[in-house]
């Protein structure tokens, strides 16, 4: 029996997030001329923990959840990374988010390590009282894997202020009175009146913005007529989108967990995530818009895309079909390592995830630090330092990539591959 090439193209399994990374660290070490006895430390990830732990429902039935937490690497400083609530979530997942969060702090200067976790649930099967008591159990078996000065989570994926919130009042709870107020740091993007800053549910988005926005200003573009889509009207998609449509930018299409709708005329920002909001989260029905099918979005004629949802969306089957001139990383890991090599080829842009998504680490360290100097900062403060720090390094990633005429991407990793093996070569190897 005679296999046809796209019979046997089906049959190959999807690539996951983990090799995709691997592939992608392979690639930048070799570019880096990384020591490759530091090059096997970072391979690794320094610890895994998987936990089961069980949680009473609201109905006296006692379930079960699977939670992870991976700590890959804090050779710059304490681990750092989100907890994200999905139904897809496991070890490797976690692991590659775990890596990609090492290269982001590094590349953003910060003294971070990386780390990434979660609980393999959907939240939107599980009432909010239920949420709460299995977001404290978790936060309970964790114990003293997470600390103020050793490993920081953060909101992802189907978590929010609320969920950091829980964490830290269960995490301050299990330490003695007179400590408890040294620990609030223990979380970052908490709500404002519980230590939160002012500004940190904007600032992953916000960052999307201005990396998008730093890039047009280097190539003489302006971004007041241009189309964009965005992939995920959460958080990060509508604050990306709400910042470019100030700058006059037009959003012509958005796609959701729910579905796909556009409209060539353009979508306004503010009415679609109010609408969204009112409709169950979906995007789905709104006035004046069409429905489009599911793979059909990154086809839609736009100048700028925001992939803003779950890894692994841009592939070798639909890199080909995709019309903008620039793709703004507002996920991670959105884009596979075959796609990335024809998107390159067609001459397409990428701004990678570590430098366009670092808003919302570099917001968390401010948190950190005013939540550990004992300060308040303001709004316009906060959103001044961000813009700085997104400002220092997307110039510092522009300069690599063009002195050594390499992608963006492969510039961002050999800013911060180059920097974490500094500090291993001046600290050397205990013992």
Not at 44 to 59: A, G, K
Not at 159 to 181: F, L, N
Not at 199 to 215: C, M, P, Q, S
Not at 272 to 277: G, S, T
């Amino acid at each position: 029996m005679t296999v046809t090439k796209e019979a046997k193209k089906k049959k190959q399994p999807k690539q996951g997030m983990l090799q995709n990374v691997m592939k992608q660290f392979d690639a930048a070490a070799d570019m880096v001329g990384l020591n490759p006895n530091i090059k096997k430390i970072l391979a690794v990830t320094n610890n895994e923990l998987i936990i089961h732990f069980p949680v009473r429902m609201d109905n006296g039935e006692v379930e079960i959840f699977k939670g992870y937490r991976v700590q890959h690497n804090n050779a710059l400083g304490p681990y750092k990374g989100g907890l994200r609530y999905h139904p897809t979530i496991d070890i490797d997942s976690v692991k590659a988010l775990a890596m990609w969060m090492t290269w982001k702090t590094s590349l953003a200067g910060l003294p971070y390590g990386g780390a990434k976790g979660g609980i393999q649930m959907d939240p939107t099967k599980y009432s909010n009282s239920e949420l709460e008591r299995i977001t404290r159990r978790f936060t309970y078996a964790l114990g003293d894997n997470i600390g103020p000065e050793h490993d920081i989570p953060a909101p992802d994926v189907n978590t929010t202020a609320q969920t950091m919130a829980w964490i830290a009042d269960t995490y301050m709870s299990t330490k003695a009175p007179s400590e408890r107020s040294k620990n609030q740091h223990v979380v970052t993007g908490k709500p404002v009146g519980s230590g939160g800053l002012e500004g940190r549910d904007r600032a992953t988005g916000f960052g999307v913005y201005l990396t998008i926005k730093y890039w047009a200003e280097s190539k003489e573009i302006h971004l007041s007529d241009k189309k964009f889509i965005v992939q995920g009207f959460g958080n990060v998609g509508y604050w990306a989108a709400h910042f470019l449509e100030l700058e006059g930018a037009k959003m012509v299409g958005v796609q959701d967990a729910f579905g796909t709708i556009s409209n060539a005329d353009g979508l306004g920002v503010a009415d679609l995530f109010e609408y969204a909001k009112n409709n169950h989260g979906s995007v789905v029905g709104f006035a004046g818009s069409a429905v489009v099918e599911k793979e059909d979005f990154f086809a839609l004629d736009c100048d700028i895309c925001i992939p803003a949802a779950l890894g692994n969306q841009i592939t070798e089957e639909n890199a080909s079909k995709i019309k903008a001139f620039l793709i703004a990383e507002g996920a991670n890991g959105p884009t596979t390592v075959e796609a990335e090599k024809i998107l390159l080829e067609r001459g397409i842009n990428i701004i990678p995830d570590i430098l366009c998504n670092s808003g919302g680490v570099i917001g968390s360290y401010f948190e950190w630090l005013q939540n550990r100097n004992g300060e308040l900062w303001e709004l316009d403060e906060i959103m001044a330092k961000i813009d700085k720090k997104i400002k220092e390094v997307f110039k510092r990633v522009l300069k690599t990539s063009e002195e050594k005429q390499i992608d963006m991407r492969s510039a961002a990793y050999f800013i911060a591959i180059e920097r974490i093996e500094r500090a291993y070569i001046q600290r050397g190897i205990f013992p």
